[in-house]
């Protein structure tokens, strides 16, 4: 399709920045207790077996094409693989979210790819901090970005502040320097403690 031509003729340029991404912890977000107790995220295609095993992104996309028996592209999950493993890194922000309309969790990257097949299924996974967690409905001129399974949605500036600003996070720009070694950036006086992340059902992990 014409989505999927555009992806692959004319990639858009990776952000040097702190990404954000927002994914699925599967159907309906039915391993969120999973991936909440056990301080990860985790994807499936667990029959491709280690994605470190792929030299590159069309080596996956080949292996999906054949598992599926298909000639079609598989341009999402074919990046999902790749960007879990090669893009997405140590200190970016995950948002986990149910449906289209949810977010679920909060929570910062604190390790690289790893693959583990002790687990029934997920085998691919990252372990992650997660800095908060509830349920807070997006609005809905936000949900069209994050429709897939793993989403990078650093680049829709907009729109994220907006999801930033549902769970009381402070904005983008203050939490994308992390290793920069200057004096602490003063709060505006509108922006909550960030131990008031949920406003329902509080809930602030250490």
Not at 15 to 20: A, G, L, N, S
Not at 42 to 60: Q, R, T, V
Not at 72 to 100: Q, R, S
Not at 177 to 183: I, L, M, Q, R
């Amino acid at each position: 399709d014409v989505q999927s031509f555009i992806w692959c003729v004319c990639p858009r340029d990776e952000p040097t920045e702190m990404r954000y991404w927002a994914i699925a912890p599967g159907e309906n977000a039915r391993l969120w207790d999973d991936f909440r107790e056990n301080n990860l995220i985790a994807i499936g295609w667990d029959e491709l077996g280690d994605f470190l095993e792929y030299p590159n992104k069309e080596a996956i996309r080949k292996a999906l094409q054949q598992f599926e028996q298909t000639d079609g592209y598989k341009t999402n999950d074919t990046h999902a693989c790749y960007e879990f493993t090669h893009v997405m890194k140590i200190g970016d922000h995950v948002f986990a979210k149910k449906g289209l309309d949810t977010i679920i969790g909060f929570g910062q990257i604190t390790s690289d790819y790893l693959y583990d097949n002790s687990r029934t299924e997920y085998h691919h996974i990252r372990k992650v901090k997660w800095l908060a967690y509830g349920e807070w409905k997006i609005p809905e001129g936000v949900r069209t970005i994050i429709p897939k399974t793993l989403t990078n949605i650093t680049t829709y500036k907009e729109r994220l502040q907006k999801i930033l600003d549902l769970i009381h996070v402070p904005s983008h720009a203050q939490i994308d320097k992390p290793n920069t070694p200057s004096a602490p950036t003063p709060k505006p006086p509108s922006a909550p403690p960030a131990s008031s992340f949920s406003r329902s059902t509080p809930r602030h992990c250490r």
